[in-house]
């Protein structure tokens, strides 16, 4: 805090570049500028040669082969190639396509995109934390189903799909199942191959790379996917995204990917650890505080708590000392409560007092402390403000004082 900015705790929405992200980058941005398309010189094979490591970098952290790479300008546009270029090229095949409430918008609106265009979607619910049971997906895939596309990762309370599970009931109808891994590539453990995932999308800032780079996963046997195409141009990456590589992000991005593949294990258990020391930290602290999301199936650097009698924009302007996210109305960019609380059922008045609190790799013991303090000492301040929780103090007093 020594520069006056608030401890960063939205990794969820962002992450810094790392500085070893930087250095793999600089090259690429300064002497070897080359065109990775340019085939007569050295400038255009350097830039090549970069491109594909980069590929291969991603390939090896998702466990797939380098042909099946496509770069992106980021997970939104991963999405939108995936669905709708799935969508368009097996629309003979049939037009029915399966969702989930919770997704990014980055899925959704390319969803209702399509079905606006006369493809049937099927937007599937959760239950309290936030997870799909893969039988609500055997149960809605029918013979004109083509397409399910689930999230490996929710960003706004982390809960883990049983992505496995429902690839498999994907592989045994013969549908495709794309997954918005953005959250879990680089935090947990993904694997194309045994978890039947056909389509994948990522992105580079998501994982300490570069903004405005991403990739989608394009499954190249059993089956081999097709996708039509939505960029057209020069033929870039065989023809599924033209335009010209944006070489040093994608060399950040797979220089990002090969630190999470080398890091992960070990970072896991520390992020989980500092997520687990502030959950009980303000558990210590307050009462009436609840955990939205899976209690354990989450992601290990994600904590979103709702403080009850506690109002969201009130809170946020106590905690300026901290930068997190809440689900509330006020807050979003939308203006509309969150639209992942609501579809776990969480009512309004408790979405207004979320807060999503995410951990990172620059995260330290010393910052989570003094989260707890702010967050304890705001909620607090803002609960002796409250009639109601004064009110509710009363009574539930007096049920204690019935009881004994
Ligand atoms: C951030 C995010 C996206 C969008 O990624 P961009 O690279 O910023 O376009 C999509 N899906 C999920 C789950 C995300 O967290």
Not at 40 to 64: C, M, N
Not at 170 to 198: E, S, Y
Not at 334 to 339: A, C
């Amino acid at each position: 805090m020594s520069d006056g900015m608030p401890i960063y705790l939205d990794y969820n929405a962002t992450t810094p570049i790392d500085p070893r992200v930087l250095d793999a980058m600089m090259p690429f941005l300064t002497s070897a500028y080359g065109n990775p398309a340019s085939k007569s010189h050295a400038f255009g094979w350097q830039a090549e040669a970069a491109v594909e490591t980069a590929r291969e970098q991603l390939a090896d952290l998702i466990g797939a082969s380098t042909r099946e790479i496509v770069w992106t300008a980021g997970a939104t546009e991963s999405n939108n190639l995936a669905l709708r270029g799935a969508a368009e090229m097996y629309r003979d095949r049939g037009q029915h396509i399966i969702t989930c409430r919770t997704e990014h918008r980055a899925v959704l609106d390319p969803c209702q995109h399509l079905a606006e265009a006369g493809w049937l979607l099927t937007v599937l619910d959760v239950d309290p934390t936030g997870r799909l049971d893969p039988q609500q997906v055997a149960d809605a895939i029918t013979d004109q189903t083509v397409l399910v596309s689930v999230m490996a990762a929710n960003n706004e309370v982390g809960t883990l799909h049983p992505i496995a599970e429902i690839g498999a009931v994907c592989k045994a109808r013969g549908v495709l199942l794309h997954c918005d891994a953005t959250q879990a590539v680089g935090k947990v453990p993904i694997d194309v191959q045994t978890m039947g995932i056909d389509l994948l999308s990522a992105s580079g800032h998501k994982i300490y790379g570069p903004k405005g780079v991403g990739c989608l996963y394009v499954r190249r046997r059993d089956p081999r996917v097709r996708l039509c195409c939505q960029i057209h141009g020069g033929q870039h990456e065989r023809g599924l995204r033209s335009g010209t590589l944006n070489v040093p992000g994608i060399v950040g991005f797979g220089q990002a990917a090969a630190i999470c593949r080398e890091e992960m294990p070990d970072e896991a258990v520390r992020l989980a650890k500092l997520r687990d020391r502030l959950h009980h930290g303000i558990l210590d602290g307050l009462d009436d505080v609840y955990l939205n999301g899976h209690p354990t199936e989450r992601l290990p650097n994600t904590l979103n708590l709702s403080f009850a009698y506690v109002e969201g924009e009130a809170l946020m302007m106590r905690l300026r000392a901290l930068a997190v996210s809440s689900g509330s109305a006020c807050t979003s960019e939308s203006r509309e409560p969150s639209h992942v609380l609501t579809a776990m059922g969480v009512d309004e008045t408790r979405i207004n007092s979320s807060l999503r609190i995410t951990l990172g790799r620059y995260t330290t013991a010393e910052e989570i402390d003094r989260a707890v303090d702010e967050i304890v000492r705001g909620v607090t301040q803002l609960r002796e403000l409250s009639p109601l929780y004064e009110l509710a103090r009363k009574t539930q007093g007096h049920a204690a004082s019935r009881e004994t």
